[in-house]
């Protein structure tokens, strides 16, 4: 009895795998994406629609600037805000990049982790804006390289 229970729980584990399987389709350079669009205008295929995207002032990270977008449209206090980064290179995904909303002063921040976009080079973030939104809230973006270097820095996110 207890080995039959076994083959039910592994034969629904492999269904179930087989499910989530087919909600993505595999592209010619081997990686999976959903069907769902951004909305960009250079349409990213692995993710909701966060609605137009703005340019943002670039940043400078150590020697580096990196490209700044901004979706979901103006921040507000409390809600989601969407971030897209373009790093001067390309690695594959290789670099960590996370980012965060908040005052200098960084309190009532919550940083979200960049998820790689490799269609298009980039990296999507999300993060919570802090209630109330500081004055001076800024998006600050931070990258860890592979070899462990981090570099911070910031832009003007689009509030009104």
């Given at each position: 009895?207890i080995?039959?229970?076994?083959?039910?729980?592994?034969?629904?584990?492999?269904?179930l795998?087989?499910?989530?399987?087919?909600?993505?389709?595999?592209?010619?350079?081997g990686?999976?994406?959903?069907?769902?669009?951004?909305?960009?205008?250079?349409?990213?295929?692995?993710g909701?629609?966060?609605?137009?995207?703005?340019?943002l002032?670039?940043?400078?990270?150590?020697?580096?600037?990196?490209?700044?977008a901004?979706?979901?449209?103006?921040?507000?206090?409390?809600?989601?805000?969407?971030?897209?980064v373009?790093?001067?290179?390309?690695d594959?995904?290789?670099?960590?990049v996370?980012?965060?909303?908040?005052?200098i002063?960084?309190?009532?921040?919550?940083?979200?982790q960049?998820?790689?976009?490799?269609?298009?080079?980039?990296y999507?973030?999300?993060?919570m804006?802090?209630?109330?939104?500081?004055?001076?809230?800024m998006?600050?973006?931070?990258?860890?390289?592979?070899?462990?270097?981090k570099m911070?820095?910031?832009?003007?996110?689009?509030?009104?």
């Amino acid at each position: 009895m207890i080995l039959n229970r076994t083959l039910a729980v592994f034969a629904s584990l492999a269904i179930l795998s087989l499910l989530i399987a087919g909600c993505s389709e595999s592209t010619s350079d081997g990686h999976a994406h959903d069907d769902h669009d951004h909305g960009h205008d250079h349409s990213h295929d692995h993710g909701h629609d966060h609605g137009e995207e703005v340019p943002l002032p670039a940043a400078t990270l150590g020697d580096m600037t990196v490209e700044l977008a901004q979706g979901h449209g103006p921040l507000k206090a409390g809600a989601e805000g969407h971030l897209v980064v373009k790093l001067p290179y390309s690695d594959d995904g290789a670099t960590v990049v996370r980012a965060w909303i908040s005052g200098i002063d960084h309190t009532l921040s919550s940083v979200g982790q960049g998820v790689y976009a490799p269609s298009h080079d980039d990296y999507d973030v999300t993060a919570m804006a802090p209630d109330p939104l500081p004055e001076d809230a800024m998006w600050w973006i931070e990258i860890e390289k592979p070899d462990g270097t981090k570099m911070l820095g910031s832009t003007k996110p689009i509030t009104k």
